[in-house]
């Protein structure tokens, strides 16, 4: 069974420019998750989809967006670029976003902004 | 406000000296404790989930326990391939987020 991938691996950047970031979830998963890993930190949940709809998102600026498609598959966009945005963005998937269901992770994309 | 703590923040073992990484959390009603493994630039992989205090799960080496205010994955007899950084994560009774500890760098030594 195929798990969460993303693309691109690595994607570099110039200050005020836009990312974009994608997500397949695990076949069967309604609910996707993304989150930021700056270098030396702990994960940092950054938005929750699940059936086409935004069910929370962390303390970030709305310039970090997303959306989810109706083939549960998500993007997450970046614009207006920062150098503190250089980090790991990791997407999990759940298979309904219920209330003790385990998220499972993708490999990743990083993202460098110079 | 929920909270996870993780300690020790870096842990170094000789092969085959087991040891204890802890999981502290202050959390409004949990729905669940995960513990995840993660390599450098990969994503965390799945390990183990708690739902109730008392309750273990075992898996090779490694077996995570859970009390009402904290976890413990205890490693006995490690080997090199077990370093790792190791996550603790909880969700609340709201699930609307999962919060994560920021981990424990476990290195063995051959």
């Known amino acids: 069974e195929a798990g969460v991938t993303q693309s691109p691996t690595h994607l570099i950047k110039t200050r005020g420019q836009q990312a974009t970031l994608r997500c397949s979830p695990i076949?069967?998963?309604?609910?996707v998750y993304w989150y930021q890993q700056a270098l030396g930190l702990g994960l940092q949940f950054l938005l929750w989809?699940?059936?086409?709809?935004?069910?929370n998102r962390g303390n970030f600026p709305p310039r970090f967006s997303g959306r989810q498609f109706p083939n549960y598959s998500s993007e997450l966009n970046v614009n207006a670029l920062e150098l503190e945005d250089s980090a790991l963005y990791l997407c999990?998937?759940?298979?309904?976003?219920?209330?003790?269901?385990?998220?499972?992770f993708g490999p990743g994309t990083r993202l460098l902004v110079l | 406000e929920d909270q996870v703590t993780q300690s020790p923040e870096a842990l170094r073992l000789q092969e085959g000296e087991s040891s204890s990484l802890n999981c502290s959390y202050t959390?409004?009603?949990?729905?669940?404790l995960f513990w995840y493994r993660q390599d450098p630039g990969k994503g965390p992989e799945f390990l183990f989930t708690?739902?109730?205090a008392g309750e273990e799960k075992e898996k090779e080496r490694l077996k995570a326990t859970l009390t009402k205010k904290e976890s413990f994955l205890h490693i006995t007899a490690p080997k090199p391939e077990d370093s790792a950084t190791y996550l603790c994560?909880?969700?609340?009774?709201?699930?609307?987020?999962?919060?994560f500890g920021s981990g424990t760098r476990l290195s063995i030594r051959p």
């Open positions: 999990a998937s759940s298979l309904t976003g219920g209330v003790g269901e385990t998220q499972y």
């Open positions: 076949s069967g998963h309604t609910s």
């Open positions: 989809y699940d059936e086409g709809e935004e069910r």
């Open positions: 959390v409004s009603g949990l729905r669940g």
């Open positions: 708690l739902y109730s």
């Open positions: 994560a909880v969700r609340n009774s709201s699930a609307s987020k999962i919060i």
